[in-house]
């Protein structure tokens, strides 16, 4: 089974250890100004459910496409939940460029990719931000964790 309950004491797994989900007021085709509140809060819903902060996380995996909309957004919300500690350079990976537009199947991509970062040793750290937004007002994030094998 690839999606279940974890169990952190079994064999080596990503964990979501927080999930947010929103809407943005001013979306793609809106007329509104465009302040990237939806990603915002979904952002920020994954990191207070996961009892962590942007400066825990080492990595972001996105469904940002290149397009200047998406990009814009995931500063925005970056930006806005930093706390000015910052200072390493945190990676965004956005698969897109290597599977093109996929709609929904994105979600278990990122989950797979961090997975398998993991697994294999390339990942930058153990815990991930992940978010993905449709070109209309649905945002979400999540915050995972690897775990190779009961080592926390």
């Not at 797994?13 to 927080?18: E, T």
């Not at 750290?125 to 775990?147: M, N, Y």
Request: hydrophobic residues 40%; negative net charge.
């Amino acid at each position: 089974m690839l999606v279940t309950l974890g169990d952190w004491n079994k064999g080596s797994q990503l964990h979501i250890r927080g999930l947010g989900f929103a809407h943005e007021p001013a979306p793609i085709t809106s007329e509104e100004p465009f302040r990237g509140e939806g990603l915002t809060e979904a952002v920020r819903t994954a990191l207070q459910d996961a009892g962590l902060t942007l400066e825990d996380l080492a990595w972001r995996l996105t469904d940002i496409t290149g397009e200047h909309y998406k990009f814009k957004e995931a500063n925005f919300a970056a930006g806005r939940l930093s706390s000015g500690k910052w200072e390493d350079v945190f990676d965004l990976w956005h698969p897109i460029e290597y599977l093109g537009e996929i709609g929904a199947a994105m979600v278990p991509a990122l989950l797979a990719w961090g997975l398998h970062a993991g697994q294999k040793g390339y990942a930058p750290g153990i815990r991930a931000l992940c978010h993905v937004g449709s070109d209309g007002a649905d945002r979400a994030a999540w915050v995972t964790e690897f775990d190779a094998g009961g080592r926390r």
